[in-house]
């Protein structure tokens, strides 16, 4: 049971990505589903979440410009990133809360992450 992103890369300020996260194995519901980051020298941080219902929660830094989205059918939490600047470059992590049908409990799950790099 894991968790994988994609769609990471390099653009110019003001530009836009969409980041994926795919959870794979045996996982018979998923609860909560989110993106973090961690840019050099800082901590992680929560960059939003998307809970079970649909409903959403973003960083003050991102509220207006990114959206988090989720679909069940292919166990996916994506994040659409517009209009970014240079301060957005950071390793972005996927989390999610899911019950491991084989494992009978649920389990947190961290991506390996993928860079993003915004220049200006």
């Known amino acids: 049971v894991h968790v994988v992103e994609s769609g990471g890369g390099s653009v110019q300020a003001g530009g836009s990505l969409r980041l994926s996260c795919e959870a794979s194995g045996s996982i018979s519901r998923i609860n909560y589903m989110a993106w973090y980051r961690q840019a050099p020298g800082k901590e992680r941080e929560l960059v939003a979440s998307i809970s079970a219902g649909g409903g959403t929660r973003y960083a003050d830094s991102v509220q207006g410009r990114f959206i988090i989205s989720r679909n069940d059918a292919v166990k996916t939490v994506y994040l659409q990133m517009n209009s970014l600047r240079p301060e957005d470059t950071a390793v972005y992590y996927c989390?999610?809360?899911?019950?491991?049908?084989?494992?009978?409990?649920?389990?947190?799950?961290w991506g390996q992450g993928t860079q993003v790099t915004v220049s200006s």
């Open positions: 989390n999610a809360e899911v019950f491991g049908s084989t494992y009978g409990e649920y389990l947190a799950l």
